[in-house]
């Protein structure tokens, strides 16, 4: 299957640097996955799982959170402000901050900053909860 | 005579002593800052590709696509701006906590203004001169994450947004050399974008739609350039600590050597005035 060359960027560093077959993440919009001569594409990201399809056809999962996916001249970057593959996923510290965004939800004087911070805190220990519970090691 | 040579040659020797005890703690401050560098350094080179994609991106988008507005490219009259400045932790790092205070503060000159300081010595400067402040929470530069600086670009957008600050600027110090540290000024808000060229439309697609995607991209861009900014400054911190422990470790060297000099010459002169009592003695 054709391949095209995908970077993945956080601002830890490059995660990922290599030819692909395909790659797909959650947008604002939804589930999209992207393939080789695809248009000129752009999107921002919600929270969710992603996956791409490297070259010899393995499939490797991740959770992914913010950011933007790009494709310009058959170039596709990811830029996701976490990103973080099933496998090196700490449960522990999941189960953490989970427990610290639920403590932090059940106080009732919260501020609707405060509570809407803790809620993405919570949506974020999920989904990374849930990618490493199907596809961790 | 001989009591008086004495007492300073011994005040020269407590002198040298203290000098001494001065330059080893600054050469070990100096030790520390090399290595801490070394690591700042790696941090600006990681985080550098991410902003760099981020901005690329958005002036591509902003440069191309003119049919939408989002309001975090209206220029207002600009009656109030607010500063997100990044100073350092602790002193003792040469000018780097004055420099960037002061760039501020011309930048700033004839304004009104607020400040979200970071850094332990950013909040101590603006508290004291009474400028108002959004928070004090960020007191210390050295320990915050990327979590944080998305944070930090959230609370600033939501000002922004509510019309409490009508410019967004970041002050900095950027990290051009292990010499050269450089204290800067950026404009985040409103996004500066470059005027498209007439008939030209890109033939990106984006999804939902430009004016969504790049409402939903400011934020991590704000985020993505306080992350980078603090790596900078961090890194600049190192820097600049270790020149001026490295000047200071050598000044404490010469006045060593000035003040060695010193004694032996005091001891030169006891011994001289000894020999003369003597012979003086023996003559009478």
Not at chain 1, 35 to 45: P, S
Not at chain 2, 234 to 244: F, I, K, W
Request: with cysteine; hydrophobic share 45%; glycine share 6%.
């Amino acid at each position: 299957m054709a391949v095209f060359p995908l970077k993945i960027v956080t601002p830890d560093g490059l995660i990922f640097e290599g030819p692909v077959q395909s790659v797909s993440c959650r947008s604002i919009g939804g589930q999209v996955e992207l393939m080789a001569r695809h248009i000129d594409y752009c999107t921002a990201l919600g929270m969710g799982e992603a996956h791409i399809t490297t070259a010899d056809g393995a499939v490797r999962r991740a959770a992914c959170m913010g950011g933007m996916l790009s494709m310009i001249g058959g170039q596709c970057r990811l830029l996701a402000t976490t990103f973080e593959w099933a496998e090196e996923i700490d449960r522990a510290r999941v189960e953490q901050s989970l427990a610290r965004a639920e403590t932090l939800l059940a106080q009732n004087d919260l501020d609707a900053e405060q509570r809407e911070r803790a809620q993405a805190r919570r949506r974020r220990a999920l989904v990374r909860r849930s990618v490493a519970e199907r596809w961790g090691a | 005579m001989i009591g008086l040579a004495a007492s300073s040659m011994k005040a020269i020797k407590l002198r040298i002593k203290s000098v001494q005890s001065t330059m080893q703690i600054t050469k070990a401050m100096e030790l520390v800052a090399s290595s801490k560098l070394r690591r700042a350094k790696e941090r600006v080179e990681h985080s550098r590709p991410y902003f760099e994609t981020l901005y690329e991106t958005l002036f591509k988008i902003a440069a191309a696509d003119v049919d939408f507005d989002s309001p975090y490219l209206a220029r207002r009259a600009t009656h109030r701006r607010l500063y997100i400045v990044i100073a350092g932790d602790r002193g003792l790092a040469g000018g780097y906590n004055a420099n960037i205070l002061k760039e501020t503060e011309t930048d700033a000159a004839g304004q009104e203004y607020l400040v979200l300081p970071i850094g332990k010595k950013a909040v101590e400067a603006f508290a004291r001169k009474g400028v108002p402040l959004v928070t004090k929470e960020y007191d210390e530069a050295g320990a915050l994450s990327v979590s944080d600086s998305f944070e930090i670009a959230e609370l600033v957008c939501q000002r922004f947004l509510a019309g409490e600050a009508d410019e967004i600027r970041l002050c900095f110090t950027q990290f051009a050399s292990m010499l050269t540290q450089t204290a800067t000024v950026l404009p985040l808000l409103p996004f500066d974008a470059p005027k498209p060229a007439p008939g030209r439309r890109s033939m990106m697609l984006y999804e939902p739609d430009s004016k969504t995607v790049f409402d939903a991209i400011i934020p991590e861009y704000l985020a993505g350039v306080i992350y980078g900014a603090l790596c900078e400054s961090v890194a600049s911190e190192q820097g600049a600590r270790r020149t001026a422990m490295d000047a200071a470790t050598q000044n404490a060297g010469a006045m060593i050597d000035h003040l060695n000099l010193y004694y032996n010459r005091a001891r030169q002169a006891a011994i001289t005035r000894e020999i003369t009592e003597i012979v003086a003695g023996a003559g009478s």
